[in-house]
């Protein structure tokens, strides 16, 4: 199907979400839900910023709920695999997942075989972001930005930038860098942040187009050469911005939770509810700021208003770079 064609589908969907969200009933659960342990499924490798965050939240989705809450992992084609699974899982409110954008606008939209379209997807509530980082191993001659353009100009192709999946924030991020500087870098996917840590740490790769929190947990073993924001964040005051060093790039992923599409209204607004609670937690909103973590509160219509705007931004791009059919 012609992307453009798919793109113009997929905000119109959204927005047919965003009415019938407007008119459900809302309001309170089917009675007794949840009855049972609810299974929060990352389709990511353990160790990254969705299980982190995953992991801040478990105990207290628990007590909200008054039913355990289990976390569990499949990993596969940068999210891929575990949402086109969840398309075919029990719509009960029972098993949960987290979701990513842009992956799962990208994923579709870049792939025939994606497994799933972005509509097919109930985003419940969007709870968190991370900027995109640039980082080099900390006994690496780049110095900054500026040394890695250089070094990526002087051998085209040859300079490697390893990043979370294709088609995800980190991706979009080595493309965006790669049209700004008009340099030409080998974007290498890894399956999560976890292992894509490990190859910059094992030196398989030059750079590593990563998220914000990484900085903070990799200290010294890695150097930050830009964050993309429109300002330095807080939690790193000496990490400079792609933009002031001449790149206009601002990006990066934001993290939520989703259902099947048919999931009952009364079960969503319960699960809504309970990680907005949750976000206002001071442990939790403390624990976020420490690992540069950003808070977030998108409900599902706001998410699918978001999910059509950022939508639109990445076909301009990516149409712009060839490479959409």
């Known amino acids: 199907m012609n992307s453009r064609r798919t793109l113009l589908s997929l905000i119109g969907m959204l927005g047919v979400a965003v009415l019938a969200a407007g008119c459900s009933a809302g309001g309170d659960s089917p009675a007794g839900y949840p009855e049972k342990r609810i299974d929060y499924v990352l389709p990511f490798d353990p160790g990254g910023e969705s299980d982190i965050t995953a992991r801040l939240q478990q105990e207290l989705l628990t007590d909200i709920l008054g039913q355990s809450v289990s976390v569990s992992y499949k990993p596969g084609g940068g999210g891929a695999l575990g949402w086109s699974e969840l398309t075919r899982t029990a719509p009960n409110g029972y098993t949960i997942?987290?979701?990513?954008?842009?992956h799962i606008i990208l994923q579709p939209m870049l792939r025939g075989d994606a497994g799933y379209a972005t509509e097919d997807i109930k985003q419940v509530?969007?709870?968190?972001?991370?900027?995109?980082?640039?980082l080099v191993p900390a006994d690496s001659d780049i110095q900054d930005?500026?040394?890695?353009?250089?070094?990526?100009?002087?051998?085209?192709?040859?300079l490697s930038i390893g990043g979370s999946g294709d088609f995800t924030a980190n991706h979009l991020g080595a493309l965006l860098l790669g049209d700004l500087a008009d340099i030409d870098v080998t974007y290498t996917p890894f399956t999560g942040t976890g292992t894509a840590v490990a190859a910059i740490l094992g030196g398989h790769v030059d750079g590593?187009?990563?998220?914000?929190?990484?900085?903070?947990?990799?200290?010294?073993?890695?150097?930050a050469i830009a964050v993309a924001t429109d300002e330095r964040m807080d939690a790193l005051p000496d990490v400079p911005t792609f933009k002031e060093q001449g790149y206009d790039l601002v990006d990066g992923a934001y993290r939520g939770?989703?259902?099947?599409t048919d999931t009952p209204d009364e079960v969503v607004e319960t699960l809504r509810a309970a990680f907005?609670?949750?976000?206002?937690?001071?442990?939790l909103i403390a624990a976020f700021k420490e690992q540069a973590f950003v808070l977030e509160n998108y409900g599902p219509e706001e998410a699918a208003e978001l999910t059509a705007e950022?939508?639109?931004?990445?076909?301009?791009?990516?149409?712009r770079l060839g490479m959409l059919d």
């Open 276 to 283: 907005e609670q949750v976000n206002q937690d001071p442990g």
């Open 257 to 260: 939770i989703s259902v099947p």
């Open 310 to 319: 950022r939508a639109s931004i990445y076909e301009d791009l990516l149409d």
């Open 145 to 158: 930005l500026d040394d890695f353009v250089a070094a990526a100009k002087a051998k085209p192709g040859g």
């Open 208 to 223: 590593l187009m990563s998220y914000s929190p990484q900085v903070i947990q990799l200290g010294d073993q890695v150097r």
């Open 125 to 134: 509530y969007i709870f968190q972001s991370t900027p995109n980082a640039l």
């Open 97 to 102: 997942m987290g979701s990513n954008l842009p």
